[in-house]
């Protein structure tokens, strides 16, 4: 690949990553606003088109109104209440439509026109797979919110997630390598923090699924006690790291007590080396991603906040992969 090439397709990766952020703040709004169930079929390519008369939208209602949601949560509202939450979920659906087609037309102009090294060429097409996986399993959420209980399951929601994540840090990771490709591999420490903010972010989709973040809107401790003794009810013991909303919030907020510790320690180690403004970036990211998870807990979730403590978080994991990319340079 040409220099020309490389800033190039790096180009492209940056704008899929810009792409895959905004889907996955749009997929948190969607969730906030409980949306995510008013659309009740899959259907990828006739579903592209919104409804475009007055009966497509009473059909649409119709099939929205035997759904269990609706008869359990959202029993009062009418079609224009309806077209509220639709519009969420559509925008939702249709932007992955979009990823999918500004990965796919440009990948194969790129390999038509033997722009792509063959490992990079290869290590793409996974990615596209990835992004295939990732509309089924969201769709494999979904349904799980349209039986008896209008709520999709946490476990699946926080894989769909995590998905997301997984494609967009690869999407990044390769857009850097494009721009400062390195022979060296990257040191443990570095990409033991943004393992660990990775983590902390899926410890988010649980206390999303639960709705563990209307619990305990206290900080720094829970309810005046460092550990409910609720944490632990569940028999056996594990079931809490699973279903306890007590056990849930205390994990997520355990994450932050951790990179409290671990992300000083990076800046540090970055801040003496051509690294430095990436690791700015970090600290502030994660002092900006602190101050907008503590006012979502303590003022109950209000859906601005919520949403953007979830952009929040993908953009330190940004911050974090792009710190760790500059100290492998070091490593040369």
Known sequence: MTPRDRRLVAAWLFA??????????????????????SIVEWQPLAGALPPLSQADWE?????????????????????????RIFWWEYAHRLLGRVIGLVFLLPYLLFLIKGKLAKPLA????????????????????????LVSDPRVSHFR?????GL????????????????HERKSRPGKFPLIVAGTIYLMILSGGFV????????????????GQLMPAEAFMLDPWWHNLLWNVATVQLMHRAFFWLLLLLVPLLWSQ???????????????????????????????????????????????????????????????
Do not use: D
């Open 270 to 332: 970055a801040r003496r080396t051509p690294a430095k403004i990436a690791g700015h970036h970090l600290l502030g990211m994660f002092l900006l991603q602190a101050a907008l998870g503590i006012s979502t807990l303590l003022l109950s979730v209000p859906i601005p906040l919520a949403a953007a403590h979830q952009a929040g978080a993908v953009l330190l994991l940004a911050c974090a992969l792009w710190t760790a990319h500059g100290l492998r340079a070091q490593r040369q």
């Open 16 to 37: 899929c990553a810009a792409l895959t952020f905004a889907i996955v703040v749009v997929g948190g709004i969607t969730r906030l606003t409980e949306s995510g169930l």
């Open 157 to 161: 929601l926080t894989a769909h997630l």
């Open 208 to 223: 999303a699924g639960l709705r563990a973040g209307h619990a305990y809107n206290t900080f720094p401790l829970m309810n």
């Open 122 to 145: 290869w290590k793409l097409a996974g990615l596209f797979v990835l992004g295939g996986l990732q509309g089924a399993l969201g769709w494999y959420m979904v349904q799980s919110g």
């Open 164 to 179: 997301a994540l997984l494609i967009f840090s690869i999407e990044f990771w390769l857009a850097l390598e494009l721009l």
């Open 59 to 83: 059909a649409l209602f119709a099939k929205y109104r035997e759904t269990p949601q609706y008869r359990q949560v959202f029993s009062e509202i009418g079609l224009n209440g309806f077209k």
